[in-house]
């Protein structure tokens, strides 16, 4: 009987945000996108570096071309797919398609609610500068915000 070899990604994974492990989360989160507010999600780049993203439905037409979908299951290989209304294209428009892992997630807001992932991604996210993490946090958290800790 062979025996696999488990990495350290996989190991850090296995107690981070998955598909699996918090179907119904991602759910709540794909709910308030499809209601058509304004959002914002903020992440850990590969560098260590913390990107955010002002995130809205996309035009009718994006959505529905086929150049826009991705050679790859996201959920496989653990992404949310968003659309980010600053990203700034090649030709000078705005908006395009972003991916973010879901491992290095830190935060996603929708109106008056927080979604909080530093806990539940603290093997992946904690190489990152906390001061700034929970500065952003505290930022995104004003008055009458419903704070979701996902653990």
């Known amino acids: 009987m062979a025996r696999y070899k488990i990495t350290e990604r996989q190991m850090k994974l296995r107690e981070s945000v998955t ?6 989360v991602l759910r709540e989160i794909q709910d308030l996108i499809n209601t058509g507010r ?3 999600m903020g992440y850990i ?4 570096s ?7 439905l996309p035009p009718k037409e994006v959505l529905t071309a086929v150049k826009n979908q991705p050679r790859y299951d996201p959920q496989m290989k653990n992404i949310k797919r968003i659309w980010d209304r600053n990203a700034i294209n090649r030709d000078g428009t705005r908006g395009g398609w972003r991916s973010a892992k879901l491992e290095r997630l830190i935060f996603f807001k929708a109106g008056n609610v927080l979604y ?4 539940a991604n603290w093997n992946v996210i904690s ?4 001061a700034t993490i929970q500065a952003l946090l505290r930022q995104r958290q004003g008055n009458n915000i419903n704070t979701i800790v996902v653990e």
Do not use: M, P, V
């Open 19 to 24: 598909y699996e492990t918090h179907d119904q």
């Open 38 to 40: 304004w959002e914002s």
């Open 45 to 48: 780049k590969l560098d260590g």
């Open 50 to 56: 913390i990107r955010l993203f002002n995130i809205h």
């Open 116 to 119: 909080d992932f530093t806990k």
């Open 127 to 130: 190489k990152a500068d906390q």
